[in-house]
Every structure is written in structure tokens, then in C-alpha cells.
């Protein structure tokens, strides 16, 4: 099936900072999102972008499909910001049915 | 968009027995999905399940283990059968949302149901 590597798997910032996660997949795909695990487990969709780039607020995202890789942008970081930031792939063979990476656990510092 | 209406959001169980969680969706879709994330890991699919026919396991997911009901469009249980401390997880169904297809979306999730089997 098809592979999700997600890098760094940790991040630890200061408040303020900017920072850039990446999420590389080995084949084609139909769909990619990009979701905000919160501490209560909640996962929150941020992103719906299998290629180009979205913005939305402090947040944006960017898909090369043709390159196999997605990359999320965050500025200006807040502590609210905290949690495991995951990507999530449907590839074109797979069927109806998400893979996820192993996530990036993002920690912001005040 | 879909709304996803899950529960119980947590629960504490005794080993041996068995807990039920459930998904009601706002809106009529095909397929529903569960998923499984064990304490510090990645989301899993345990299985897919179609209304008015049987649920498709996962490698490494059996019935017996998690049976799965979807009596109609906007409704679908899993039960976690003769648990044991390993099957402490968060436990999340999901629904590809064919309106937010269309605004470009993809998949919805539900809370979650936090297990702890004791």
C-alpha cells in the first residue's frame, strides 16, 4: 500500500515562530488532508489539498503532487498551536480509504 | 459539511468485557470508516462499513473482535469485544463527505471515543 513519512517528528518552538512540516508519499493520490490532533483527541481537518496551495489564516499548505511531497506552513505560532499534526493520503489505488503518516508532535512554547 | 455525532467520548471498562460506540451522521453517506489510535501512535483503519452488507476487515481486524453494524445511511456502531488492557485506545469513525467533496474537504471525523480497559 501506499507509505506516509511525515518529518520532523517532533518540533519544540517558541511562541512566534514560524515552522515547516513536511509529509512525503510514495505514490499517486486522489486526496491529501492535513489534520490538527488537539490533547482531547479531537482530530480537526486544517487542509484539503491533494495539489497546489491553500492559506488559511496563519496557516497554508502546499502539494506537489508530480513530487510526491506536501508541506504545512505555520507562522507566528501559539501556544494553542500544540498537538500532533497529521497527514493523511487516499492514494489512486487504494480505494476510498485514508493512510496516515506517524505526525509531527508540535510543541509551542509561551 | 457533514457533522459526525460520536459516542460515548471516553469510557473506562473492565477486562473482559465489551463497549459499544456509536456514529450518527447528519446526512446520508455510503461508506463509514473506524479507526483506531493506540496510546502515542498513528490512526489505523479497522474497517469499512457499508450500509445493507457486511463491514470489510483490515489486516490484523476480525469480527469477532470488532463487530460492526450500519443498519442505514446515517448510522453505524462498532463494539470492542472481550476487551483487555491493549485495546485501550481512541477509537474514531469517519465519513468522505461527498458535499465537502465538492467544496473540497475529503474526510470528516467523529470526536472520538476515548477506552481505557482496566
Known amino acids: 500500500g501506499i507509505q506516509v513519512e511525515q518529518s520532523p517528528p517532533d518540533l519544540i518552538l517558541q511562541e512566534g515562530a514560524n515552522s515547516t512540516l513536511r509529509c512525503n508519499f510514495s505514490d499517486s493520490v486522489n486526496n491529501l488532508q492535513w489534520f490538527h490532533q488537539n490533547p482531547w483527541g479531537q482530530l480537526i481537518n486544517l487542509f484539503y489539498i491533494p495539489s497546489g496551495t491553500k492559506q488559511n489564516g496563519r496557516l497554508s499548505a502546499t502539494t506537489v503532487a508530480t513530487e510526491r511531497y506536501s508541506l504545512l506552513y505555520i507562522s507566528s505560532s501559539q501556544t494553542t498551536d500544540s498537538g500532533v499534526y497529521f497527514c493523511?493520503?487516499?492514494?489512486?489505488?487504494?480505494?476510498?480509504?485514508?493512510?496516515f503518516g506517524e505526525g509531527t508532535q508540535l510543541t509551542v512554547n509561551p | 459539511s457533514a457533522v459526525i455525532s460520536q459516542k460515548p467520548s471516553r469510557d473506562i471498562c473492565q477486562r473482559g468485557t465489551s463497549l459499544t460506540i456509536q456514529c450518527q451522521v447528519d446526512s446520508q453517506v455510503t461508506m463509514m470508516f473506524w479507526y483506531r489510535q493506540q496510546p502515542g501512535q498513528s490512526l489505523t483503519l479497522i474497517a469499512t462499513?457499508?450500509?445493507?452488507?457486511?463491514?470489510?476487515?483490515e489486516s490484523g481486524f476480525v469480527i469477532d473482535k470488532f463487530p460492526i453494524s450500519r443498519p442505514n445511511l446515517t448510522f453505524s456502531t462498532l463494539t470492542v469485544s472481550n476487551m483487555s488492557p491493549e485495546d485501550s485506545s481512541i477509537y474514531l469513525c469517519s465519513v468522505e463527505d461527498g458535499g465537502w467533496a465538492q467544496a473540497n474537504y475529503g474526510y470528516t471525523f467523529g470526536s472520538g471515543t476515548r477506552l481505557t480497559v482496566v
Open positions: 493523511a493520503v487516499e492514494g489512486e489505488t487504494s480505494g476510498s480509504r485514508l493512510t
Open positions: 462499513a457499508n450500509q445493507g452488507s457486511e463491514a470489510t476487515y
